[in-house]
Structures are given as structure tokens and as C-alpha cells.
């Protein structure tokens, strides 16, 4: 529950936002928010393979856009941690109930890839997909 519990929290402080515009979490790629955020939901995403009895593999690729791309790729960022946070959260307090929730981990993990695909593509990295093993 830890790492979903961080995903809302990185890069969230108020005074780091940048103001105007929509207001999304700062594209400054020098500093570590986003960067953190890259890490926690590709963690998150570990946890949910797990939780949907996957055998998923993601890559630890530093997530470094273009400048061109860095305010949309922040805002990618945000907008996946706003997906997962709660989705992760619901699983792990079904599990802990007793739900067998793998069918819907795995509904969300397959969200989760795709839009990390789509993320990469628009960070500019193309050969670093999740692989399933074998």
C-alpha cells in the first residue's frame, strides 16, 4: 500500500507547481520530482503485476524527454498517477478483504502498460516495452 499511497505525493508540494496554464506538476527535468514519479509508478506497477499473478518485466529506463515534450510528459505522468493511485489502493483493499481481484489487477495492468507505452512514445524512447517472460 506504501507505493500507491506515494504516487499522489510526488511532486504534489504546492510551492513546487508551476502556476498558469493548468496549473500541471513543474517539466523542469533537472530536478528530481518527475523523476521520482517515473520510479514510484514503474514500482507500483511491479506491485500490480503481482497482484494480478503476471510475469511482467519493466525496464528501469531513466525517463529524459525533450524539452519540446517535457511539460506534456509531466503532465502524462500526472495524469497515470492519477489513474493508478486509486486503482492500486482498491485492489489491495479487496485482497485484504479476501477478493480474489487478479481479473481486475489484470484489467488495470493492461491499462497501466498501455499507457506507459504511450508515455514512452511521447518521452521519445521506442525500444523499451515491458517483455513478458517466458
Do not use: C, K, Y
Not at 518527475?34 to 525517463?63: D, Y
Amino acid at each position: 500500500m506504501g507505493v500507491a499511497m506515494s504516487l499522489g505525493t510526488i511532486g504534489t508540494d504546492p510551492r513546487q507547481r508551476r502556476h498558469g496554464g493548468f496549473g500541471h506538476a513543474p517539466a523542469d527535468w533537472t530536478r528530481d520530482d518527475n523523476a521520482q514519479r517515473w520510479i514510484a509508478l514503474n514500482e507500483a506497477g511491479r506491485a500490480l503485476a503481482l497482484l494480478a499473478g503476471s510475469r511482467v518485466v519493466l525496464s528501469h529506463a531513466a525517463l529524459r524527454p525533450a524539452p519540446a515534450r517535457a511539460s506534456a510528459v509531466a503532465q502524462a505522468l500526472e495524469d497515470l498517477s492519477a489513474l493508478m493511485e486509486p486503482g492500486l489502493a482498491a485492489l489491495l483493499a479487496a485482497r485484504a478483504r479476501g477478493v480474489d481481484a487478479r481479473a481486475a489487477a489484470g484489467v488495470l495492468l493492461a491499462e497501466f502498460l498501455a499507457a506507459r507505452d504511450a508515455l514512452l512514445l511521447l518521452a521519445g524512447h521506442d525500444g523499451d516495452r515491458p517483455r513478458p517472460l517466458v
